[in-house]
């Protein structure tokens, strides 16, 4: 497609709800990043894909949240047992290069509109 | 852990106003980018800087690398009701496994008609 699609727009769930979040990233990008972001904050980097292996999951939160690339082309961020403090938007970025190398400012990221998660 | 603090946190200001955001680290950057994130929208990149001391201007922004690469700033002349979002740094690391973008803690600006 032409951007960064991401699915659902806005999901609310129950504390203790299993979620899954959708990307599809622009066809041919290499890299793909997932990003937290609460309300007026920057975003928090979460795990980076290069095609489908998962190059670095520092940012994930706890062992609840678990993200898969397995074809190197849609991803998915998992979220189990929801908690409140789950409430974020969760972004998905791609990349057309990959990043084992320094970085050039032709590594530009195209985001996606992001998924809003509501934990009640 | 690396921060980038951005500073002011808001800005309300009237049409026809400068304003200057400012983007600080203790830390080495290898390039620093700026987004503008409207609400329910992904970040969009602006301009991406990537020597120190560097000055780019897109139309009414100028966006400067500090020489250290430590800090950035992006000043806005003129400012119109349309570049009302949120102003986000992101900068680059050296090294590592990934070169990973870290965000600042971002400027919502308000400009008002």
């Known amino acids: 497609g032409a951007g960064v699609s991401q699915s659902p727009r806005y999901k609310v769930a129950k504390r203790g709800q299993d979620v899954a979040l959708r990307c599809d990233p622009i066809?041919?990008?290499?890299?793909l990043f997932w990003y937290q972001q609460a309300l007026g904050q920057g975003p928090e980097f979460l795990t980076y894909?290069?095609?489908?292996?998962?190059?670095?999951k520092s940012g994930l939160p706890s062992d609840r949240f678990f993200a898969e690339r397995p074809e190197g082309s849609v991803s998915t961020l998992k979220i189990q047992r929801t908690q409140q403090e789950d409430s974020a938007v969760y972004l998905c970025?791609?990349?057309?290069?990959?990043?084992?190398?320094?970085?050039?400012?032709?590594?530009?990221?195209?985001f996606g509109a992001g998924s809003r998660l509501t934990v009640l | 852990t690396q921060l980038l603090e951005q500073s002011p946190q808001f800005l309300s200001i009237q049409e026809g106003e400068n304003l200057t955001v400012y983007c600080n680290s203790s830390?080495?950057?290898?390039?620093l980018q700026w987004y503008r994130q409207e609400p329910g929208e992904g970040p969009v990149l602006l301009v991406t800087?990537?020597?120190?001391?560097e000055v780019k201007k897109l139309k009414r922004l100028t966006f400067q690398f500090g020489d250290a690469r430590k800090d950035s700033s992006l000043h806005i002349t003129a400012a119109q009701p349309g570049d009302t979002g949120l102003y986000l740094c992101a900068g680059a690391s050296y090294g590592g496994a990934t070169n990973k973008l870290i965000f600042g803690t971002g400027t919502l600006l308000a400009v008002q008609p």
């Open positions: 800087v990537v020597t120190g001391g």
């Open positions: 066809s041919g990008h290499v890299s």
């Open positions: 894909f290069q095609n489908e292996a998962q190059l670095d």
């Open positions: 970025a791609s990349s057309l290069t990959g990043v084992r190398h320094r970085f050039s400012g032709a590594n530009v990221l195209t």
């Open positions: 830390s080495v950057f290898s390039s």
